[in-house]
T-cell receptor, first 117, second 111 residues
Framework: DAGVTQSPTHLIKTRGQQVTLRCSPISGHKSVSWYQQVLGQGPQFIFQYYEKEERGRGNFPDRFSARQFPNYSSELNVNALLLGDSALYLC????????????????FGPGTRLLVL | GENVEQHPSTLSVQEGDSAVIKCTYSDSASNYFPWYKQELGKGPQLIIDIRSNVGEKKDQRIAVTLNKTAKHFSLHITETQPEDSAVYFCAASTGNTPLVFGKGTRLSVIA
């Protein structure tokens, strides 16, 4: 059974550009969460979506946005990129049946490594 | 909000020895505590998790203990092997709040 998949694996952008990252959850999972992992730190929560609705949002600026599609895949968009946005962006999927943002076991994908120059 | 502290930041052990990683959390309402292993170039992989209604959970060479009174939980790896070398993260959540991760422990198992 396929795990969480993310694309692209690596990305290089320049300051001010926009980027879109994609994620497909584990089959049968209806919830997708996005995390930012800066080098040497643990993942930091950005968003969680369930059934196309935002279930939770972390402490990130409005330059970060996301959406979930009817097939439960998701996109994370970051506008007006800053150097500090360079990080590994992780997608995690979970069943979604429990209402709490942090209540279910989450399974992570391999991540997209974004470098902003 | 929740704050999770993880110690040590680096840990080296001889193959076959045990390794212990400790985490403390600040929110007494936290009730879910997963541990993740992250190898170079990969995403975090769940290795074990525990909920607040139990004090200990084991899975082969891995165990997690939880002390809710002291607000700390620990990961124990016995009979360490070179393939256990990775960065380990603890996390905590109240269930209604997102997972908050520690800063990680880089474990090196020396053959």
């Amino acid at each position: 059974d396929a795990g969480v998949t993310q694309s692209p694996t690596h990305l290089i952008k320049t300051r001010g550009q926009q980027v879109t990252l994609r994620c497909s959850p584990i089959s049968g999972h209806k919830s997708v969460s996005w995390y930012q992992q800066v080098l040497g730190q643990g993942p930091q929560f950005i968003f969680q979506y369930y059934e196309k609705e935002e279930r939770g949002r972390g402490n990130f600026p409005d330059r970060f946005s996301a959406r979930q599609f009817p097939n439960y895949s998701s996109e994370l968009n970051v506008n007006a990129l800053l150097l500090g946005d360079s990080a590994l962006y992780l997608c995690a999927s979970s069943w979604g049946g429990l209402a709490g943002v942090g209540q279910e076991t989450q399974y992570f994908g391999p991540g997209t490594r974004l470098l902003v120059l | 909000g929740e704050n999770v502290e993880q110690h040590p930041s680096t840990l080296s052990v001889q193959e076959g020895d045990s390794a212990v990683i400790k985490c403390t959390y600040s929110d007494s309402a936290s009730n879910y505590f997963p541990w993740y292993k992250q190898e170079l170039g990969k995403g975090p992989q769940l290795i074990i998790d525990i909920r607040s209604n139990v004090g200990e959970k084991k899975d082969q060479r891995i165990a997690v203990t939880l002390n809710k009174t002291a607000k700390h939980f620990s990961l124990h790896i016995t009979e360490t092997q070179p393939e256990d070398s990775a960065v380990y993260f603890c996390a905590a959540s109240t269930g209604n709040t997102p997972l908050v991760f520690g800063k990680g422990t880089r474990l090196s198992v020396i053959a």
